[in-house]
């Protein structure tokens, strides 16, 4: 064999990036495949995990009549004679004859027996101390299943469990709900060439992923631990292969940072390849962002886990992690895939050729307008800190004021909803 046929044949042809939507469907379905197990929570500790089954109450809803105002629950004609008071969390005897009348308080249970409920502010007192007024011809009462019936589904499965699903949860009966674990998550931070402290300067710069892709996990409905966060991790393969295989005995997902590429300390790759994994994506065609990907693990007992490759600069990093962890959690935790809301640009956005461009805009939610941003070089964060999402402008275009373009949200605020 010739020297150039040698060289030809060794050389690895990289395969052709993944289209942006398409690699969002495919590290979704990957991770809806290995949804996380269901375990029972309290209430007071399943905030910001989902629902693992339906939510369904255990008796209809209320599960007695209820009064809904302060008056006089009434038998028949008036004027009526009190024989005694209804309060809240007692079980009042049947009112047996007409022209009876109990005093009743909102929220309790109306007795047997009821024909009207009396508002108090619409009631009088007799001479003789009987109760005289005209019941609205509408019943003042909240009946038995009014809201919902017992084994009614009131939410589905995949849910996200916020305070509203925890009151709803309590008000149907529950104590625990099942949902998924919460993935468990880890980030490795390659290049011997970052500090994680002081200001950059001499040929080094610092770290802006270590503490901040973390925190964005978390927002992700991660549990990421002090701990769970290891570099700069040296630039050779043993330290690599040492540390992701340390990374991988506990956490789902591990995320890594630079070293997606092919260049003299880009190690990922072997890493990878000497760990057994096999690629969902490698590579998507978005700019920026490029050299992302994700790879998959899976045991000999059948346990998977996902590797996160995410590009060394911290915009790109963060347009991965919008791009691929973002639904591969929403699978993992049994979430549908969200379906991204669309704005209106309030100004053009060039495209980028073939791939698609993910511009980072501010939202005036109110206006349903997105703003392009300052600052958006694959290496800044200052446009990322003040934007609150991407624009998604598809390849082969460009997006012109008044046209109407998906937006990737951020999630903001830890366990929102969006992404």
Do not use: K
């Amino acid at each position: 064999m010739s020297t150039e046929t040698a060289a030809a044949a060794a050389e690895v042809v990289a395969p052709p990036p993944a289209g942006w939507e398409e690699a969002r469907s495919r590290v979704y379905a990957v991770g809806l495949a290995a949804a996380l197990p269901a375990v029972s929570r309290p209430l007071a500790d399943a905030d910001g995990h989902t629902l693992a089954e339906p939510l369904t109450p255990r008796t209809d809803l209320p599960a007695f009549p209820t009064s809904s105002v302060d008056g006089w629950a009434v038998r028949g004609d008036g004027p009526w004679q009190v024989v005694g008071r209804v309060l809240a969390g007692h079980t009042p005897p049947p009112l047996q004859a007409d022209g009876s009348t109990v005093e009743i308080a909102t929220g309790a249970m109306v007795p047997e027996g009821t024909t009207a409920i009396l508002r108090i502010e619409e009631s009088t007192r007799t001479a003789d101390g009987r109760v005289a007024g005209t019941p609205r011809p509408t019943p003042e009462w909240r009946e038995p299943g009014e809201e919902a019936y017992a084994g009614e589904e009131l939410l589905p499965a995949g849910t996200p469990v916020d305070p509203a699903v925890l009151g709803l949860a309590a008000s149907c009966g529950h104590d625990t709900l099942r949902v998924r674990r919460r993935p468990r998550a880890a980030l490795l931070v390659f290049g011997d060439e970052l500090l994680t402290s002081g200001p950059p300067g001499a040929g080094r710069v610092r770290d802006a992923l270590g503490p901040s892709v973390p925190a964005w996990l978390r927002r992700y409905g991660c549990q990421v631990r002090p701990a769970d966060v290891v570099g700069p991790v040296a630039d050779t393969l043993p330290a690599h292969v040492a540390a992701l295989r340390a990374a991988l005995a506990d956490a789902d997902l591990v995320c890594t940072t630079g070293g997606t590429m092919h260049g003299p300390v880009d190690h990922l790759h072997p890493t990878l390849e000497a760990l057994g994994a096999d690629y969902v994506v490698n590579t998507v065609a978005v700019r920026p962002g490029f050299p992302m990907l994700l790879a998959r693990l899976v045991d000999d007992d059948g346990r998977v886990r996902f590797v996160a490759g995410l590009p060394g600069n911290p915009q790109s990093a963060v347009v991965a992690l919008v791009s691929l962890v973002a639904p591969l959690l929403a699978g993992l935790q049994g979430r549908p895939m969200p379906v991204l809301p669309q704005v209106t640009l309030a100004e053009p956005v060039p495209g980028r050729g073939d791939y698609t461009h993910l511009a980072l805009v501010r939202w005036d939610r109110v206006a349903g307008t997105a703003h392009p941003v300052r600052h958006v070089g694959s290496a800044m964060l200052r446009g990322l800190s003040g934007a609150d999402g991407f624009a998604v402008i598809r390849p082969g275009t460009s997006g012109v004021g008044g046209d109407r373009v998906p937006v990737v949200p951020l999630p903001l605020t830890p366990g929102e909803r969006s992404w």
